[in-house]
């Protein structure tokens, strides 16, 4: 009887539940195995990411951070004595898989919150489906604005927004390294376009001006050599890469064909720091510069802590993606706890916890975007990303 | 000038890779009056088959003659389970065909995974200059590989037995099984030239592009199609026609409208096509069968 009520009339109804809840404690022959049963066992969690397709690389990482959270909350001891259970789920980065995953998740009744979210378009998709039975969505790594511009209620994310990091990206360009004539490769998706209006916000702003903008389908384009003749019959002092790892890896590889011995430097996003970029690219990847909003070498008790445990368990150092994913976890176990071991309205709990982790100080504004972090500047040397202290203390100040 | 140069060349880079592709669809649709929905597969197979073998440090011949046979060998297979055993009708093949394509992604995901890749080969950062106009080594390769296969096909069609039983089976099958044509024997020798054509584009295009995914058996041969109909399906001449026309297209949109355009021409094209001149630029008549 109690799996007919949709979860959005539950959480209504809080003081309904409780006394449901008594009575299937105290009628227990009445109601069976009701939803609820599973919840008073363990905290579950679901989490969307890519596992497959172009932006693979991306949610497995993000759900490496997942994993490792999860373990070390469930050894010792849980939220609230309780373990967490994770139920996984492939949205493949793509608008249609990704609402099939939403469905499946919010027809599990005793799923409390959805975290890991990578890609904004898949998200997007996603949302409204979520938004039916009020579930709870933290994101991981997923950056449009448009997200949190769409005002829903039960959206919160780890990373700073496109707004925030594509001004960034922009102004070391122009602010830090002083170029004048920029140059940006965008995805025709959300996620491409935000980052161009962003690119011709913050480049005007700075008093720079925009030579080309060329974009390009992901997943479908490999051949980048016309839009790289382009971006180089405009001249520009600098390229910013507006698009996922891949494509970027593929279109810095021919860019050496397509830019000869002109010296253009490439301004890249949080999205290209990842080993596959470099093994895409090539020796032609050599000095990009990423703008991001964790490095590795952040010297945080938090940050240490994590580097230390994930390096130990995958054998590989942290990126954004994993360290997003693992505050993801412990951000939802603090509000959690705030919520005094209750899962239910907590959203509004979510947004009002401020958070230290392994990416540094996370808080949240009304619409959910983290306004608590600050930014790094890397540089890619010797095929390695290499943390850059000055640039970094130029950046912030601006 | 120079930048017009530039584009043209990058233009008919692509229209060759394209070329190679679309041979593969038309060479069977001239004879079958099929639509070969696996050949995308096949080849995307055939080009990670060279790759990993170049990148676990194979000679370059080995790796580029194992992908050759690993095509040809999926082709054959393919013929003998998916389609011949529903030849004659029209819509089966095509559902055998899907089927099939998705075995193939999904086999090769699981030895490759679904990562992207580079594809390794000599070239790939080099650049000549003749005067103001760069050009790449890897792109007198690719137009030199263009030709000599379409020397090739040319000499296979006119100049040997096969060539003359192929006509006779895209004639009249049944026919030419009368007339002691060896019907079977030909048809999968259509489908090994398709996917050989295709794994040479596929290592062309993974040499040039230098970058892989198993999903480029879809998604890749998306334009190799829409070329196909361009030139006329069934005309191998009209898949070379469409090949380098769609490529020059596209650069030349990309280079004097906007990249954002790129598939809005592209596929208006296609349907305009479709809707106006359906035997493409070769003008292809294709008798149907009842």
């Known amino acids: ?398 | 000038m120079q930048f017009f140069a530039t584009q043209l060349l990058n233009g008919l880079t692509a229209g060759v890779v394209y070329a190679m592709l679309a041979v593969g669809y038309s060479l069977v649709y001239g004879i079958l009056q099929q639509i070969n929905f696996a050949h995308g597969y096949v080849y995307m197979f055939g080009t990670f088959v060279t790759a990993s073998l170049i990148t676990s440090g194979s000679p370059l011949w080995l790796a580029i003659a194992a992908g050759l046979v690993a095509g040809a060998v999926i082709a054959i297979v393919i013929e003998r389970f998916a389609y011949r055993p529903v030849r004659g009708n029209r819509l089966a093949p095509t559902v055998t065909a899907v089927g099939v394509g998705l075995i193939i992604e999904n086999v090769a995901q699981l030895i490759w995974t679904s990562r992207i890749r580079p594809m390794p080969f000599p070239f790939q950062a080099d650049i000549i200059r003749l005067g103001p106009v760069v050009l790449s080594p890897l792109q007198i390769l690719v137009a030199a590989v263009g030709l000599a296969m379409a020397a090739l096909l040319w000499v296979i069609s006119t100049k040997t037995d096969l060539g003359r039983a192929m006509r006779a089976v895209k004639d009249d099958l049944a026919t030419a099984e009368l007339m002691g044509v060896p019907v079977d024997r030909v048809v999968v020798t259509v489908y090994v030239l398709g996917a050989l054509f295709g794994v040479v584009g596929g290592i062309l295009y993974g040499a040039y592009y230098n970058t892989l995914s198993v999903t480029m058996g879809f998604s890749g041969t998306l334009n190799a199609f829409t070329a196909t109909v361009i030139g006329g399906i069934g005309s191998v001449w009209g898949a070379f026609a469409g090949g380098l026309f769609l490529g020059v297209l596209q650069a030349m949109v990309t280079g004097y409208v906007s990249s954002a355009l790129l598939n809005t021409v592209t596929f208006t094209l296609l349907i305009a096509f479709l809707l106006f001149r359906p035997t493409g630029i070769a003008g292809v008549q294709v008798a149907s069968r009842p």
């Open chain 1, 1 to 398: 009887m109690m799996s007919i009520v949709s979860k959005a009339a539950l959480r209504r109804a809080i003081p309904a539940i409780a006394s449901f809840a008594v009575a299937s404690i105290v009628l227990p022959g009445l109601c069976g195995t009701s939803a609820f049963a599973a919840d008073t066992d363990a905290v579950h969690i679901a989490s969307t990411a890519p596992l497959t397709g172009s932006a693979a690389a991306y949610g497995i990482e993000t759900m490496n951070g997942v994993h490792l959270a999860v373990e070390e909350i469930n050894a010792a001891g849980g939220i609230g004595g309780k373990p967490i259970k994770l139920s996984e789920y492939d949205d493949q980065c793509d608008p249609t898989p990704a609402a099939t995953a939403a469905n499946q998740i919010i027809s599990d009744k005793a799923v409390v919150a959805v975290v890991g979210n990578v890609c904004s378009s898949a998200t997007l998709a996603q949302m409204p489906i979520f938004g039916r039975v009020g579930m709870p969505v933290l994101a991981a790594t997923t950056s449009s604005p448009a997200l949190s511009a769409k005002g829903f209620e039960n959206f919160a994310r780890i990373i700073p927004n496109d707004d925030i990091q594509g001004v960034a990206s922009l102004d070391l360009g122009t602010k830090v390294l002083g170029y004048k004539r920029i140059a940006v490769l965008y995805p025709s998706d959300d996620y491409g376009q935000a980052l161009l209006a962003i690119a011709k916000r913050a480049a005007t702003a700075s008093g720079a001006e925009l030579v080309a903008a060329e974009t390009y389908i992901t997943g479908s384009t490999n051949d980048f050599s016309s839009v790289l003749a382009n971006i180089a019959a405009a001249n520009p002092d600098a390229l910013f890469l507006a698009g996922y790892y891949a494509d970027m890896g593929a279109a810095v590889s021919q860019s050496v064909r397509a830019f000869g011995d002109k010296h253009i430097a490439l301004l890249a996003n949080a999205q290209t720091q990842v080993p596959e970029y470099v093994s895409l690219a090539g020796a032609a990847a050599e000095g990009t510069w990423v703008t991001n909003v964790y490095d590795i070498n952040n010297p945080s008790e938090q940050n240490k802590a994590f580097v230390a445990a994930y390096t130990k368990k995958f054998n590989a150092e942290p990126g954004v993606q994993a360290a997003a994913g693992y505050d993801n976890i412990y951000v939802l176990k603090q509000a959690i706890e705030e919520n005094k071991g209750s899962t239910e309205n907590l959203m509004p709990v979510i947004r009002a916890t401020k958070h230290e982790g392994a990416m540094g100080t996370i808080s949240f504004d009304k619409n959910g975007d983290n306004i608590g972090g600050s930014l790094v500047v890397l540089r890619l040397t010797g095929g390695k990303w290499v943390f850059d202290d000055e640039s970094t203390k130029k950046l912030n100040a601006h």
